[in-house]
């Protein structure tokens, strides 16, 4: 769908502002949306009224900000229950660390929480924090069994704070809340009837049964990959390696450990699949002894033969029939030329060139540092992407490899 078909115009969303010291930028938002086209009701808790004034908020609006759950209404409506039969969506930005913990426990003792609990619609958090507070992991906790109940999270950005200090917590940008809020009204449905097989993570390749041989993938990129054709419609099964993320909501999830496991589960939903990413980072090795026992430490030398693991990728290349097939190349030398070679061999309509041996980028991070290789044509030279941007150029290619008449 062209991007122009993708408006806020004549949506309906509940603005709740929490207080950070970032709520002064809610007035720009507000704003923002209104522009749009949207029509935005705002609700504040108390400490945000400190913060901002809600006259600010009502003029803009042009309707009463509401901050309170006892207030009289002139035309005796339980506010919250209003607020949630308007709602299309609710965003909260800022959201303060305070604000996720009431909603992640299930607490609704002001408005905006009792808003939260009763909407029936999407609601997106923007946090915004100190990078100290960002970093707790009751935060983290919190936020991801948020994002397991389907709330949507739009990540603070790094940068300087007002506590004078550097580092994440920081509201991200306006125009990145708008763009996630226009995504999530407008779904695209680009991908709806697609059936879509994801592989994730790393494999982990046990010598004993308490060491193993694996890498330092998180899972991130196949988990965008998986959220991203969700939202566009797709039936996505994710075969993932272990990994501390939650899966993405919506999925058929196929937790795995080894590569052998990795390729059974993958051969049995292959044939029902229409295409099939593959972003887990297998182990290519495994020991050619699994031992049953705990090696004991003996202060002597061990030497483990190691045996390689089977080929997922070329295994899917030569069963590939009108599939279309997408793979990764992580690669510490010879990027390109490496890639094109593993293209040819697996049989593989789009590789993902991922140089990893470029500092910040690759397994852990957000962004990877990678060039996307469509079949038959010259590489362009790697550059930064974040992977759910990434995520998103891959599936727009994916669209483009399924129509029958691409050229
Ligand atoms: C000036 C000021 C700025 C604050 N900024 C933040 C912030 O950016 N993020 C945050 O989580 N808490 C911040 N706090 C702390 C919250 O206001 C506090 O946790 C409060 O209980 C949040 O209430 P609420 O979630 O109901 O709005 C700030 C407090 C003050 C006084």
């Not at 950070?20 to 086209?37: D, F, P, T, W």
């Not at 182990?283 to 026992?293: I, N």
Request: net charge neutral; charged share 25%; glycine share 8%.
């Amino acid at each position: 769908m062209p991007t122009e078909e993708r408006t806020l115009k004549d949506k309906r969303i509940v603005l709740g502002v929490s207080g950070s010291i970032a709520a002064y930028k809610a007035v720009e938002l507000l704003r923002l949306l209104q522009k749009g086209g949207a029509k935005v009701r705002v609700v504040m808790t108390k400490s945000a009224t400190r913060l901002v004034s809600p006259l600010t908020f009502s003029t803009l609006s042009r309707y009463p900000a509401v901050y309170s759950m006892f207030s009289h209404s002139p035309k005796f409506e339980i506010e919250h229950i209003s607020l949630s039969d308007f709602a299309e969506l609710v965003l909260v930005a800022p959201a303060t660390a305070n604000i996720i913990g009431k909603i992640a426990s299930g607490i609704a003792d002001d408005l905006l929480t009792t808003t939260v609990m009763s909407v029936n619609c999407p609601v997106v958090l923007a946090p915004a924090m100190h990078s100290q507070m960002w970093e707790n992991p009751i935060v983290q906790q919190n936020l991801s069994k948020l994002r397991e109940h389907g709330f949507h999270i739009i990540e603070p950005e790094e940068g300087e704070l007002a506590s004078g200090g550097v580092g994440k917590g920081r509201l991200a940008s306006l125009e990145k809340i708008l763009d996630y809020v226009t995504e999530v009204l407008n779904p695209l449905l680009s991908l709806r009837g697609v059936k879509l097989l994801v592989t994730a993570g790393p494999t982990r390749e046990y010598i004993d049964p308490v060491r193993f041989i694996s890498n330092p993938s998180t899972g991130l990129m196949g988990f965008t990959i998986a959220e991203e054709a969700l939202k566009r419609g797709a039936d996505v099964t994710v075969v993932s390696g272990p990994t501390h993320l939650a899966p993405p909501k919506g999925c058929k999830f196929i937790k795995v450990s080894s590569a052998e496991e990795m390729l059974s589960a993958v051969l049995e939903h292959f044939e029902d699949a229409d295409c099939v990413i593959a972003a887990a980072a297998v182990s290519d090795f495994k020991p050619e002894v699994r031992v049953g026992e705990k090696i004991k430490k003996t202060g002597k030398e061990l030497a483990i033969r190691l045996l390689p693991t089977p080929d997922i990728l070329e295994e899917l290349g030569k069963r590939k029939g009108g599939k279309v097939l997408v793979g990764f190349a992580a690669e510490t030398e010879n990027l390109l030329e490496n890639a094109l070679k593993k293209m040819e061999k697996k049989n593989l309509d789009l590789i993902i060139a991922n140089l990893i041996s470029q500092e910040g980028y690759g397994f852990g991070s957000e962004e990877l540092f990678a060039s996307m290789i469509r079949r038959g044509e010259s590489p362009l030279p790697p550059k930064p992407f974040p992977k759910r941007e990434l995520a998103k150029l891959i599936l727009a290619e994916l669209e483009r490899l399924l129509k029958k008449d691409n050229p």
